[in-house]
C-alpha cells in the first residue's frame, strides 16, 4: 500500500456537503472512497457507514470500533419571503458573526448559489456597531424570485458554505467541514496503514451521522456494534488568541489524547505511553467532565464501552474557514494504528 | 467579459496597478492620448472635431480593502481597513495578500469559547486578525511584509438567472462601462477625455488631481451606487432598488448634479426607453463632490448601476441595470452637445 | 370530534399521574384492538394485530401542572411546577387539585417587578383558614390543573391540555377508523413527555417498531408580532422537519407527505427551533428506531387556553391513515 496524500484527500472530503440529517449523499460517496479497503461495508437507516476491516488473518476475541462523525454544521430554509429572500435557522452551534457575506449553495432540487445579506447598517435605528445581526435578521439572496424559488427549493432543504480548501503556509490548510474531515481523513489513513501489517483484530469503523446534533449516529450504531473497545476521533479547539491555554491546543504538535471521566483509564494510559515510547508528538486533554464529543454518549452504550478520544485541533471550528495542520493527520494516523497493532 | 475579469483583480486604494494596467491595455489603441498622472490615474483622450470644450468622463478604479499593519508574535497579522467597511462582515472570510496573493483567513475565537456577553458582541478591528498558517513572527516575516495590501479573492460569479454576484462590483461596473465607451464611441464635436481615477474609496483623492488637471467643462461620473430594496427596511429609506434601472442622482453629502444635465440625460433616457430611476436618499458621495468644486466649477452628474450588499465581497447587480447604464452612457455622449445644458 | 377533545381535556393527567387519563382512553378505544398493554413506567399501548410492519403511533397523554409541596398556617398552598409553566400567565387562573378541590394561583404582592417573580414567591389559595382545615382535603404531593374547559370559537378549540389531549383525540380517532391494514399497530399513548420525554424512551425499546410517527402539537408563527415560524392555525397538520432534539428520519418525512399529496391533504412543514418532542426518544432507543413527527399547530401552548384548528385534527387523522396505507 503507498501512503496516503492527506492534502487531496481532505480536498475531496471537504468538497462535499454532509449537513446533520442529510448525510445520505456523502455516505455513499464514502462507501465508494473506503471499498478498497473494507469488503463489507453497510450504510444503515440513519446514514451511518458502518465497514469491517477484515485482514483475513485469525481474528483475536477483542472487537475495536473507530469512530469519527460525518456531518458538518450548517443552515437550513426556514420561509422565504415574497420577494424572494431566504430566512434560515442553524443545524448545529454557529456563530452568527460568521455569517454576513457568505457565499453559500442551498440544496433543493437543485444547487443554488446564494450570498448572506441583512439590512445595511446606515439603515438600522439606533444603529450600535457593537450589536450582533441576529441570525433571524440575516437572509439569503439568490436572485430569484419567490415564485421561482416554489419551484426549486423547500423548507427544510439545508444550506452549506460555498468554499473549497486552500493551502496557507507550509503544511496549513483551510477550508470548511474539517470538523470532521479530518477524523474520518484519519481513520482512511489507518485502514491505510493496516493493510501494511499483520493485523489480528476485529475492527469496525463506524462513520457516524448526526453528531452536531444529539450524537443520534453513534447512539444508534455503537448499540449495534457492541465493541469492546471504541476510539473516537474527532476535532478539538485549536491555539487562538482569546483561547484559554487549557482550552486549546497547538497546530501541529500532533494528536490530542483525552483523559478523564469520559474515557478509560488503562486504555489511556496505553496509548500515551505508546506515543512516548515511540516519539510520536502528542498533547494531552484533561477533560473533568462532559468530552462534548460522541465519546460521551458511547461510552454508555447497553452495558458500557471502554471508550478513547483522539481530537485533531483545529482553528476557528464551525466557520467555513477551519484551518488545520496536515502534519496532525500524519501523527494521528501513527498513533492510532500503533495502538491498534498492540491490542 | 470585461466587468468579470476586472472584478476579479484587486486594486485597492492606493495600489490600483492591476487594474490600470488592464485598462491600458485594452484601449490604448482607441484613443488618441493615454497618460498616467503622478497620483496614478489613468487618462485617455479622445479628440472631437473641435477642441473648444471638454467632457469629462470618470470612474474609480480602487476598492475597498486592507493593509497589514503588524505581525504579532503568534505568526498572526493586524491589519487594517482601507475604505468605509461594515466590520461585521469581516470574521470568517478568505482574503489574499499582497502581489503575491498569498492565501489567509480572518478568525474569530470558536462560538463554543465565547462567553455568553462575548456571543452578544460583534468583534471589532483590533481584536481581528489574519491567519496565514504560521506559528511565529519570523515565519511570518519571510513571506509577509508590513504595507502588503490584501483583498477579497476574486469570485464573479452569475447569481440567479439575472443578477451577478462579486467583490469591487463598486466600481469595476463603471470602469467597465468607460471601456466599452471608448470602444464605441465615434468622432464627436468637442474632446471627450476618460478617466480611470485612484483613491476614491479614501476619499476621492484621484478625482481632485485629475479634475485640477484636466479642466473639463462638464463631467459625467459612472459609479456603483448602495441599493437597499431588501428585508428590514422601509421603503421610504430604499436609496435605489435593483431591477428598476439606471440611477440618477439630484444630490448626495458630495455633489448637486447640474440641473440641465441631469434633465438631458433625463430626455436621453425617456427617447430610448431606458427606464431610470433618482436615487431616493442623499446619502453617499463620489468622484462628482471633488470635480464639480474643482477651479472655477464643473458641471457633473453621476449616472450609477444600484449594487447591493456593497464594499462587501458579496455585491449583488442585477445585469440589465448593468446593460442599461452601459446604454444610457453611450447615448447621452452621442447626443451630447454643450449648447443642450 | 370536539366530542372526544372536550371529555380529554376534562380529565387530569399531569405528567406522573396520568392513571384517570389512561383509563379514560382504555374506555374509549378498547373495543377496536386486540390487546392492551400498560407497561412499568405507566405507558400505554392499544394493538392492533397485524403481520407486516410494525407501526408505532405515539402521542403523551401527559400535561403540565402544578405539584404541593408546602402548606402554610394560614392554609394557602406553595407548589413548584411539573413541566414548563409561565409564571405571569399563572397567576389569576384557576386551579384544580385531585379533581375536586378549586384553588387560585396567586402571587405575593411584594414583589415590586414581575421580572422577579419566581415560582417560590406564589401560592394557591385554596379558601381555607389554617393548615389543618387544609390538611383535610389536600396533601403534599398532590397536583394541580389548570380550569379551562373546551369551547369552539369558530373553527378552533380552546381548552387546556390541548397538548397534547389533541394528539391523543387524533390517535382515537385513527383506531376507531379500524384501518384495513395487515401491518402491526401500536397506538402508544406515552407517560412523562413533559419531564423529558421519559416514556416513550421505554415504549419504544419495549415495542421495537420498524417505524414510528409521534403525533403532538407544535408552536405557530401566525399571530401578531411573534418569531418567524412557517406554521399556521388551519393550514394542515405539520410534517415535522426537525426541532432541537431531532432531525427526523427522511423516511417518515417523505412518506408522510407522500401520504397527503396523493390524497390532497393540505399539509405544512415544521421547523421548531425550540421545543423538542419524544420523537427523539424513539429515534435514539435499541440501535435506532426510524422515526418521525405530524404536529398539529396550536397558540398559547402550556396555557391554560391553548388552542387547535379543527380542521388540522381532522386531516392529521386522514395523513395518519393515508400513512399506514403508505407503508409497504
Known amino acids: 500500500m503507498e501512503n496516503l496524500e492527506y492534502k487531496k484527500l481532505l480536498a475531496e472530503l471537504t468538497g462535499k456537503t454532509s449537513v446533520s440529517g442529510y448525510e445520505y449523499k456523502f455516505s455513499k460517496f464514502l462507501k465508494n472512497e473506503i471499498s478498497k479497503y473494507c469488503n463489507n461495508i453497510e450504510i444503515d437507516y440513519f446514514s451511518n457507514v458502518i465497514a469491517t476491516f477484515n485482514s483475513g488473518l485469525n481474528l483475536k476475541k477483542k472487537k475495536i470500533m473507530l469512530t469519527a462523525h460525518i456531518d458538518e454544521i450548517g443552515l437550513m430554509v426556514k420561509s422565504i419571503d415574497k420577494n424572494g429572500f431566504i430566512k434560515f435557522t442553524n443545524i448545529g452551534e454557529v456563530d452568527p458573526k460568521i455569517l454576513l457575506s457568505q457565499e453559500v449553495k442551498i440544496h433543493g432540487k437543485r444547487e443554488l448559489l446564494g450570498v448572506i445579506g441583512s439590512i445595511p447598517p446606515h439603515l438600522i435605528e439606533n444603529y450600535n456597531k457593537h450589536n450582533v445581526v441576529d441570525i433571524d435578521k440575516l437572509y439569503i439572496d439568490t436572485g430569484f424570485s419567490k415564485y421561482e424559488l416554489d419551484e426549486i427549493i423547500s423548507i427544510g432543504d439545508v444550506i452549506s458554505f460555498n468554499v473549497e480548501l486552500i493551502s496557507l503556509n507550509s503544511n496549513y490548510i483551510s477550508s470548511k467541514a474539517l470538523d470532521n474531515r479530518a477524523g474520518i481523513c484519519t481513520l482512511i489513513g489507518v485502514m491505510n496503514e493496516l493493510k501494511k501489517f499483520k493485523y489480528y483484530n476485529e475492527t469496525t469503523f463506524n462513520f457516524t451521522s448526526m453528531e452536531e446534533t444529539a450524537s443520534a449516529g453513534v447512539i444508534n450504531s455503537s448499540y449495534r456494534i457492541e465493541p469492546d473497545l471504541a476510539i473516537v476521533i474527532d476535532t478539538c479547539f485549536g491555539k487562538v488568541q482569546g483561547g484559554a491555554n487549557e482550552d486549546t491546543f497547538v497546530l501541529g504538535n500532533g494528536p490530542v489524547i483525552s483523559i478523564g471521566p469520559n474515557f478509560n483509564s488503562d486504555y489511556s494510559k496505553q496509548i500515551i505511553k505508546i506515543a512516548r515510547d515511540e516519539k510520536i508528538s502528542h498533547q494531552i486533554d484533561v477533560e473533568p467532565g462532559n468530552s462534548g464529543t460522541e465519546a460521551w454518549a458511547t461510552q454508555i452504550s447497553r452495558n458500557g464501552i471502554p471508550t478513547l478520544l483522539i481530537s485533531i485541533p483545529i482553528k476557528y471550528m464551525h466557520t467555513p474557514i477551519e484551518v488545520m495542520n496536515i502534519d496532525d493527520i500524519n501523527l494521528s494516523v501513527k498513533l492510532i494504528t500503533n495502538f491498534l497493532m498492540k491490542q | 467579459m470585461i466587468l468579470e475579469e476586472l472584478s476579479n483583480l484587486s486594486g485597492i486604494s492606493g495600489d490600483e496597478k492591476d487594474i490600470r494596467d488592464y485598462i491600458m491595455e485594452k484601449i490604448k489603441n482607441y484613443v488618441d492620448n493615454i497618460r498616467i498622472d503622478s497620483i496614478g490615474n489613468l487618462i485617455a483622450l479622445k479628440k472631437g472635431k473641435n477642441s473648444d470644450l471638454k467632457l469629462m468622463l470618470a470612474a474609480h478604479m480602487d476598492e475597498v480593502g486592507f493593509i497589514v499593519k503588524s505581525i504579532n508574535d503568534d505568526g498572526t497579522i493586524k491589519f487594517a481597513t482601507i475604505g468605509g467597511f461594515d466590520n461585521r462582515i469581516l470574521p ?50 519571510k513571506i509577509i511584509d508590513i504595507g502588503d495590501y490584501i483583498s477579497f479573492k476574486g469570485n464573479f460569479k452569475r447569481l440567479g438567472q439575472n443578477y451577478y454576484m462579486s467583490k469591487a462590483l463598486d466600481d469595476r461596473v463603471g470602469c467597465s462601462i468607460l471601456i466599452d465607451i471608448i470602444l464605441q464611441t465615434e468622432l464627436l464635436d468637442f474632446d471627450l477625455v476618460i478617466c480611470f481615477t485612484v483613491q476614491e474609496e479614501v476619499g476621492t483623492r484621484g478625482a481632485e488631481v485629475i479634475a485640477y488637471s484636466e479642466e473639463p467643462d462638464a463631467a459625467i461620473v459612472v459609479e456603483g451606487t448602495t441599493a437597499s430594496d431588501v428585508p428590514d427596511v422601509k421603503d421610504s429609506m430604499t436609496s435605489t432598488k435593483l ?46 463632490g471633488k470635480i464639480q468644486r474643482s477651479r472655477n466649477g464643473v458641471k457633473t452628474a453621476v449616472i450609477s448601476v444600484p449594487v447591493r450588499y456593497i464594499h462587501s465581497p458579496t455585491s449583488v447587480i442585477y445585469e440589465k441595470d448593468y446593460i442599461n447604464t452601459n446604454k444610457l452612457v453611450f447615448e447621452v455622449i452621442r447626443e451630447f452637445s454643450f449648447n443642450k445644458i | 370530534m370536539f366530542d372526544t377533545i372536550a371529555k380529554l381535556t376534562k380529565v387530569s393527567g399531569v405528567s406522573g399521574n396520568e392513571e384517570k387519563i389512561r383509563n379514560l382512553i382504555i374506555d374509549e378505544a378498547k373495543e377496536y384492538v386486540d390487546n392492551v398493554i400498560i407497561d412499568n413506567i405507566g405507558n400505554l399501548t392499544l394493538v392492533k394485530k397485524g403481520t407486516g410492519k410494525k407501526i408505532m403511533l405515539s402521542a403523551h397523554m401527559d400535561e403540565i401542572g402544578l405539584m404541593i409541596t408546602h402548606i402554610d398556617e394560614n392554609g394557602f398552598l406553595r407548589f413548584s411546577s411539573i413541566g414548563g409553566i409561565y409564571k405571569l400567565i399563572a397567576l389569576g387562573q384557576r386551579v384544580i387539585i385531585n379533581s375536586n378541590i378549586h384553588g387560585t394561583v396567586y402571587f405575593e404582592e411584594k414583589i415590586k417587578s414581575y421580572g422577579d417573580l419566581n415560582i417560590s414567591k406564589m401560592f394557591i389559595d385554596i379558601g381555607v383558614n389554617c393548615r389543618e382545615e387544609a390538611k383535610k382535603i389536600v396533601k403534599i404531593g398532590d397536583v394541580a390543573t389548570f380550569v379551562g374547559e373546551a369551547v369552539m370559537a369558530n373553527k378552533n378549540i380552546i381548552a ?161 391513515k393515508n400513512f399506514i396505507l403508505e407503508v409497504k
Do not use: W
Open chain 2, 243 to 288: 431591477a428598476a434601472g439606471p440611477v440618477l442622482t439630484i444630490m448626495d453629502r458630495a455633489s448637486y448634479s447640474n440641473k440641465n444635465l441631469v434633465r438631458f440625460i433625463n430626455q436621453i433616457a425617456e427617447s430610448k426607453n431606458i427606464k431610470i430611476q433618482y436615487k431616493n436618499t442623499v446619502t453617499g458621495g463620489n468622484d462628482a
Open chain 2, 92 to 141: 470568517g472570510k478568505k482574503i489574499f495578500i499582497g502581489k503575491e496573493k498569498k492565501p489567509g483567513v480572518i478568525g474569530i475565537l470558536p462560538i463554543h469559547l465565547q462567553s455568553s456577553a462575548r456571543k452578544k458582541r460583534v468583534f471589532s478591528l483590533n481584536e481581528l486578525y489574519i491567519d496565514i498558517g504560521s506559528d511565529s513572527k519570523e515565519r511570518t516575516e
Open chain 3, 160 to 320: 387546556k391540555s390541548l397538548d397534547n389531549r389533541a394528539g391523543c383525540a387524533v390517535l382515537i380517532k385513527l383506531i376507531k377508523e379500524n384501518i384495513n391494514t395487515d401491518h402491526e399497530i401500536y397506538y402508544t399513548f406515552t407517560v412523562q413527555e413533559e419531564l423529558g420525554m421519559r416514556g416513550a424512551k421505554t415504549a419504544a425499546f419495549d415495542l421495537m417498531p420498524d417505524l414510528a410517527v409521534v403525533v403532538d402539537v407544535t408552536s405557530t408563527g401566525d399571530i401578531p408580532e411573534c418569531p418567524l415560524m412557517e406554521v399556521s392555525l388551519g393550514k394542515g397538520p405539520a410534517i415535522k422537519i426537525k426541532d432541537s432534539s431531532v432531525i427526523c428520519h427522511p423516511i417518515v418525512r417523505d412518506l408522510l407527505k407522500l401520504a397527503a399529496k396523493k390524497n390532497n391533504i393540505p399539509y405544512q412543514y415544521e421547523i421548531l427551533e425550540f421545543g423538542g418532542t419524544d420523537t427523539a426518544s424513539i429515534l435514539l432507543t435499541g440501535g435506532g428506531i426510524v422515526a418521525g413527527a405530524v404536529s398539529i399547530p396550536c397558540r398559547y401552548i402550556h396555557t391554560p387556553s391553548e388552542s387547535v384548528n379543527l380542521d388540522d385534527l381532522k386531516n392529521s387523522v386522514r395523513i395518519l
